[in-house]
């Protein structure tokens, strides 16, 4: 992760896990897609919102976030380990029935992305889902706060996941959101599920 973007949540850590809102609308369709109870890994987890109605729906969860300082406030708000790790991080095999990855990839490096999304599709069990949005654009840069966005456009979004595995498209839809700086953006969800070779 950019570290001048990880400065950002380590040092704001609270007052973003203040502003995060509810979780998001698409986290139902998701769970719809897994094995009841299965696992579920979630990426760039925040304050945990999304965490909570994955755990009060009975799936297992293993939270994670790239700040450890977010990663303790979603635990004590969860009472459930969180645990601090970076997306290159990431090294298990077939672990997960479903990945979530709600507004976190969007800060890897585009030079990066294909990498991570490599190691996400190891890290899936065949024919497991995985959830990610991101900042549409044309190209990476900063917002006011510092806070760095790959900013990609949907077909180079699709090259690179071809480049890091085989899948297969569920859903895309795109939404508008006012960020945490105040700023709207539009915001690109996709749902895929891997294909085992």
């Not at 095999?93 to 976190?104: I, L």
């Not at 069990?125 to 510092?146: E, H, M, N, T």
Request: proline letters at 5%.
């Amino acid at each position: 992760m950019d570290e001048e973007t990880l400065r950002f949540y380590r040092s704001n850590a609270q007052s973003y896990a203040d502003w995060a809102k509810a979780p998001s609308t698409r986290l139902r369709g998701f769970l719809a897609l897994l094995p009841s109870g299965g696992s579920i890994l979630e990426l760039g987890c925040g304050a945990g919102n999304h965490s909570a109605v994955m755990l009060e729906a009975g799936f297992q969860v293993h939270a994670t976030d790239g700040s450890p300082e977010m990663a303790e406030i979603a635990s004590r708000r969860l009472g459930h380990p969180v645990e601090a790790m970076l997306f290159h991080e990431l090294n298990v095999h077939e672990a997960y029935d479903g990945v979530w990855a709600s507004a976190c990839l969007l800060h890897a490096p585009r030079d990066e992305l294909a990498g991570i999304l490599s190691r996400i599709h190891r890290a899936l069990k065949p024919a497991g889902v995985l959830y990610a949005s991101f900042k549409i654009g044309g190209g990476d840069g900063r917002d006011k706060l510092g806070r760095y966005y790959n900013y990609p456009s949907p077909e180079w979004l699709r090259s690179t996941y071809a480049a890091a595995g085989t899948w297969s498209a569920i859903t895309s839809d795109t939404s508008e959101i006012k960020s945490f700086d105040g700023t709207p953006a539009a915001m690109l969800h996709l749902v895929v599920r891997k294909i085992a070779a």
